[in-house]
């Protein structure tokens, strides 16, 4: 319904801030991520969510619209309310948020206070297919192999074969087995090469 508020900043605590717009201050809440990326401005502009419960309407703000998206695929996992997606938010960087999520990583998600391994793991299992389809993580999970590649494949050089020739060999192996250890990746490539 309201998507950005833009005007003059009012109020500012790490948890939430007050805009002006055109004499009407819009109280909204923030994570501290949004805190630590806000201008030293009078002005600011916050791409926004409104949360309507029975009891309350609530704003919530972020400077990134990508910190706003995430905030909302987490209010869709049953048992994360809006004040443990702003938790979440505040705990880790948005980005490290999408990482844990699109590698599994149960314990970095547990990690933030007031979220208990069910919770984690619920999260993982409904949002992990979601994050790599959205931010395309080829790129998280490359990261991982591209180290066991690198590593392999100097150590293969050492052991004397050609570079390129080992690439081929390596890449194929990864392919097949994207959990392929150092060690695997190389006992796998002596055997090809």
Excluded: W
């Excluded at 391994?117 to 297919?129: G, P, S, W």
């Excluded at 081929?168 to 392929?180: G, Q, S, Y």
């Amino acid at each position: 319904m309201i998507a950005h508020i833009q005007g003059k900043l009012v109020e500012k605590t790490p948890t939430e801030v007050v805009i002006d717009c055109n004499g009407v201050g819009y109280h909204i809440n923030i994570s501290l991520h949004t805190f630590s990326l806000l201008p030293n401005t009078d002005f600011i502009k916050l791409f926004t969510y409104l949360q309507i419960k029975e009891d309350a309407h609530s704003l919530f703000g972020f400077v990134e619209k990508s910190e706003r998206e995430l905030f909302k695929l987490l209010l869709s996992v049953s048992g994360i309310g809006a004040s443990i997606a702003r938790t979440m938010l505040s705990s880790l960087e948005p980005k490290q948020i999408i990482h844990a999520i699109g590698s599994a990583d149960v314990g970095t998600i547990q990690s933030i206070k007031g979220i208990g391994n069910k919770t984690a793991q619920r999260v993982i299992l409904d949002l992990k297919e979601k994050v790599l389809k959205i931010y395309d993580l080829d790129e998280i999970s490359g990261a991982q192999h591209n180290i066991n590649r690198e590593e392999s494949l100097s150590a293969l050089e050492v052991l004397g074969y050609v570079r390129k020739n080992a690439e081929k060999v390596v890449d194929k192996i990864i392919k097949e087995n994207a959990e392929a250890t150092v060690e695997t990746i190389i006992k796998q490539a002596l055997k090809n090469l």
